[in-house]
């Protein structure tokens, strides 16, 4: 088993991250890999990114089927 993850691996871990909890040695070896790459480090702050605007999108979405409601 390799200490670090390589590139591939680690955009899966990223993504597979956001849908669920990664064990300690995933988190552990992930946050090597991004400690010492650039390229998947920004990976991770645009998929974060995308989240988050997908959070804040089905939110105003919500609270927009609400007003309509009333």
């Known amino acids: ?3 670090i993850y ?3 691996q680690a955009h899966q871990m990223v993504s597979e ?3 669920r909890e990664l064990s ?3 988190r ?8 010492i790459c650039d390229s998947c480090t920004n990976f991770n702050t645009q ?7 997908m959070r804040k999108l089905r939110s105003a979405n919500s609270d927009s089927n609400e ?4």
Do not use: I
Request: hydrophobic fraction near 40%; glycine fraction near 4%.
């Open 1 to 3: 088993m390799q200490l």
């Open 6 to 8: 390589k590139c591939k």
């Open 17 to 19: 991250g956001l849908d």
């Open 24 to 26: 300690l040695t995933e």
């Open 28 to 35: 552990a070896r992930l946050k090597l890999h991004l400690s």
């Open 47 to 53: 998929m974060q990114t995308l989240r988050l605007a």
């Open 67 to 70: 007003e309509s409601r009333k």
